[in-house]
């Protein structure tokens, strides 16, 4: 049997993807087990109380951790090497060591946090995994981006679009981040307040600069991949890309509104926040202006759904996000609630649902085999749910927690705490049916990857009593 050359690829890499995915799938079990026990502290501070390792600072942390770390680094190494594979016409290259390095990324992680639920923990947003974990995090991410670098090296064609340039430079920009603001933080400490700038500056970054980029370059590839069309207005892709890369680092410092900081900081983070309506406006039109050209493959075709849900989500919650940066705006919200939407909204509503799509995308063409369609649509439905359930939570509890707060003639605690509980038992009901969406998917893609796990054990058992009988 003759294979073409796409499945020529597939097949090289279809161990190292099933290794990444599988293990994006145990890691978005913990993450949602974490973020339900954090949920469930908010309406019930006893919930677990009598366990040391489970209060909600050190579950709120690991959840966060292993959401961004276990679940987002494992999926952008599997889709990545999918995707710079198919673009190149290449196939993979180091198998093994990209395994091998996989595997310590993910032991890596789980030495970290039990670090923090051990409370060894730094206190920098989104490195606060032990000091002694991220030099093998380093080294295991920097051996897997070189593999994947190398595989685009070895395209057949000189020219590049879209997808590569956003996956590439996310790739690429991980690192960059992390070198940054390690060397501020820990090899040659920054003095006074310029530390914790650069370590909001860090934990933001990373939404802007490592998942968000993956997550358009993986759209910019999957919606003329499914629907047949090239991308309208194709040619203003450059533009966006280049202006999140430079104002997205600018634009999180908006964050500090209201901090003990110098006042110019937020300000341009302020003026960048409202400047980031090109790329938006850019990605929607590139996106939305493709796929509603025909209605009915987006509905038909379960995956393009998720990323075409994951695109909306991204265009209307970033213009709601350029709205808060505004200072008069920050005033009320800068210390309320409303900073988890802005989190949850780029993982849950933005990069998961386009993460969904790409694998219900990429694993029939990779395994083989095909996940029923009741089963992804039963996973959509209950993500979308959950989603917005979660988003609107936050976003009017926020809202209603912001402008309470500025109140200093109510009660704290009979007024405000009271005012946004039924807020905070909606978004425990939120991660409960996104824990069983998510759940479902992991069903999904393991009966898929491992359709029958002890097949191997099986055989062997009827080997050897066959040599017995012998």
């Known amino acids: 049997m003759k294979f073409t050359a796409e499945q020529i690829i597939d097949k090289s890499a279809k161990w190292v993807i099933s290794f990444f995915i599988a293990s994006a799938g ?44 276990g679940w987002g680094g494992n999926s952008i190494f599997a889709v990545s090497i999918w995707i710079i594979a198919r673009l190149a ?37 989104m490195l606060e995994m032990p000091r002694e974990i991220w030099p093998l995090l380093f080294i295991s991410y920097s051996v897997i981006a ?20 956003f996956i590439l430079a996310s790739l690429l920009w991980f690192p960059a981040l992390f070198i940054i603001a390690w060397n ?31 997550a358009l370059g993986v759209a910019y590839y999957l919606i003329p991949a499914i629907t047949g069309r090239p991308i309208d207005k194709y040619y203003l892709a450059i533009f966006g890309f280049w202006c999140i890369a430079l104002l997205a680092p600018w634009s ?31 990605a929607s039109t590139n996106f939305h202006a493709t796929a509603f050209k025909d209605i009915d493959i987006v509905w038909n075709n379960l995956p393009l759904r998720f990323v075409i ?38 993982v849950y ?24 369609v009741g089963a992804k649509s039963f996973h959509f439905w209950t993500s979308a749910l959950g989603v917005l359930m979660l988003l609107l939570a936050y976003l009017i509890g926020g809202l209603t ?34 824990g069983l969406s998510q759940l479902v998917f992991v069903i999904n893609i393991w009966k898929v990857l491992f359709p029958n796990p002890f097949q191997f054990l099986n055989n062997s058992s009827n080997d050897s009593a066959k040599n017995a009988v012998a």
Not at 94 to 99: A, C, K, P, T, V
Not at 314 to 343: C, D, M, R, W
Not at 421 to 426: A, W
Request: proline fraction near 5%; aromatic fraction near 14%.
């Open 252 to 282: 999180v410092v908006h964050h500090l509104e209201g901090g003990p900081v110098p006042m110019w900081i937020p300000a341009i983070g302020t003026v960048m926040s409202i400047a980031m309506i090109f790329p938006i406006a850019v």
């Open 309 to 346: 849900f994951g695109t909306l989500s991204y265009t209307i919650s970033s213009y709601i996000g350029v709205v808060f940066s505004l200072p008069a705006v920050a005033k009320l919200t800068q210390f309320s609630i409303i900073n988890e939407f802005h989190f949850n909204q780029r």
């Open 146 to 165: 070189s593999f994947i670098i190398v595989t685009h090296r070895s395209r057949s064609k000189h020219e590049t679009i879209a997808p590569q340039w």
């Open 184 to 214: 501020g933080l820990e090899i040659n400490p920054a003095r006074g307040t310029l530390q914790a700038v650069l370590s909001m500056w860090f934990g933001q970054s990373l939404i802007w600069l490592w998942l968000t980029p993956f």
């Open 89 to 125: 016409q290449a196939e993979l290259r180091g198998r093994f060591l990209l395994i091998a390095s996989g595997i310590i990324w993910n032991v890596g992680i789980t030495l970290g946090l039990l670090g923090i639920l051990d409370g060894h923990m730094n206190a920098h947003e």
């Open 26 to 69: 145990l890691w978005l079990l913990a993450a949602a087990l974490l973020a339900y026990c954090a949920a469930a502290k908010l309406t019930d501070p006893f919930f677990l109380s009598t366990f040391e390792f489970f209060t909600y600072g050190k579950v709120k942390i690991a959840q966060a951790n292993a959401f961004v770390y």
């Open 401 to 434: 927690h912001g402008v309470l707060a500025q109140q200093p003639s109510l009660d704290w605690a009979s007024s405000v705490i009271a005012s946004i509980r039924p807020y905070f038992l909606i978004t425990q009901i939120a991660f409960v049916i996104l």
């Open 349 to 372: 509503g933005f990069f998961s649902m386009i993460v969904f799509g790409a694998v219900y995308h990429m694993l029939p063409r990779v395994t083989g085999k095909d996940i029923p």
